[in-house]
């Protein structure tokens, strides 16, 4: 699950410099121009500009997550894809590429980066028990003294050797992400979705 270049289209590059701008500018008019009334905005049927409001408009709170969450999503490598009439770019690539077969997308963690330390606590001064690049790592909920610290995960990795990795470098592929499509004919672009879950 290694992280393609971002080598996009001139269209998709238009479009993600201009999301960043919207969310740079808190612009929440700009960014509603940009919601079509199939955008996808959950698995519970909410969609459109009138869905986008209710969940992402409706109190400060709600906008500020929305503004934070964009910033977190346009910071991870994306990639660019086909779709039926042009390209879109999906972002983050945890989402974009297809998890082993047997993993749970509910307990899998995307490593975000290369020479990621697996350490025997939970620590920076423990000792580091391998390094990883861009694997997927299974969550592992066994040790009830790592819940009170957010900072580590315990994991699991795919020979079963357990761990500890810094919680900055892992995502959910199931943590919110969205993609960015460009009509082959106009190259306007709009937000196909921006959703969580599975």
């Known amino acids: 699950m290694r992280p393609t270049a971002e080598h996009l289209p001139p269209a998709l590059l238009r479009a993600k410099a201009e999301l960043r701008s919207i969310i740079a500018r808190r612009d929440m008019q700009a960014l509603l121009a940009r919601v079509r009334p199939e955008t996808k905005l959950d698995f519970g ?3 459109g500009p009138q869905g986008f409001q209710m969940v ?3 109190d400060p709170e709600s906008r500020q997550r929305l503004w934070t969450t964009l910033e977190g999503i346009l910071a991870l ?6 779709f039926d009439h042009g390209f879109e770019y999906c972002a983050p690539y945890v989402f974009c590429n ?7 997308p509910f307990e899998a963690l995307v490593v975000l980066g290369s020479g990621v330390a697996i350490r025997d606590r939970p620590s920076l001064s423990a000792e580091v028990i ?3 690049d861009h694997v997927v790592l299974t969550r592992a909920n066994d040790d ?11 994991v699991r990795l795919a020979d079963g050797t357990m761990g500890y990795i810094n919680t900055r470098w892992v995502r959910s592929p199931i943590d919110f992400r969205l993609a960015l ?3 082959d004919s106009s190259e306007t672009w709009w937000l196909g979705f921006f959703l969580a879950g599975d």
Do not use: F, K, M
């Open 45 to 47: 049927g909410s969609e």
């Open 56 to 58: 992402w408009n409706s």
């Open 77 to 82: 490598p994306g990639e660019a894809r086909r």
């Open 98 to 104: 297809n998890l082993p077969g047997d993993v749970d």
């Open 130 to 132: 391998r390094r990883v």
């Open 144 to 154: 009830p003294g790592i819940e009170s610290n957010p900072d580590w995960t315990r």
């Open 181 to 183: 499509r460009v009509d």
